[in-house]
């Protein structure tokens, strides 16, 4: 399903119908899943337009009122001063980028998953968040490729004390997606600073380029200036 398609384009399989074709100067672009969503819009673009169909940031549905992904995971406890990589799942949104006239637009984002939001901190000042409960896992995990992806998060004590943690929140603007044939991939470091402030930042594929292709960032195509790539969760982490 995921790469550059040129117009017309047809592309399914047991679970999507995507298809865009041009009539009368417009681009018609419509979209059947097997749990029969159906979704249809058309386009004015130039006439050399392209469609990128990829993994994108998962903190748009159902609808975009957060820009942050908490993923909750069974607790375990740290010992001072170390660190570990772990893997965690995260929700899948799929984005139907046009390519047209210089620039590009999102023109469509659907998902097989649950959607559910939570808080992250107090009920007077928190943050809404997509939430997402995981299994921890020591190695890769085989997952549902077109539901969840895989969170290569390292965690890191910087404290001097034992740290409980059952819980990490990233921000969306700063997400690196990855793709190959077999998964959908994030990288993210995580370090606790005390007991109850940590930092979370993503990473850039170094190694694996070979095999992983990155995802189109969305937040670009929304036109957000990006900010800082570290976000401090102030509320605690487990």
Known sequence: MYGKRDIPFRYEDETVLLEA????G????????????????????SSDARIVVNPVEPVNLPKKVTNYLEIEFPPLVMAPNDQRTIHLTFPLEIGVIVFGNKDMKAIDIFSYCPQKYSLYGPAGGGLITKWHRSDLYQDLP???RLCEGI???RIQNKTSEWQNVSRVVLDGYAMKIYFSSEAVRMFARMKLMTSTIAETEFQSVTSH??????????YHTLNIPKLSRVFTMEWGFD
């Open 26 to 45: 417009l681009l018609k672009y419509r979209r059947v899943t097997s749990m029969k969503d159906s979704f249809e819009k058309t386009i004015i673009t």
């Open 142 to 144: 085989v997952t549902d």
């Open 209 to 218: 380029r070979d095999v992983l292709q990155k995802s189109i960032e969305l």
């Open 151 to 153: 969170l290569n998060l």
């Open 21 to 24: 074709s041009e009539e009368k």
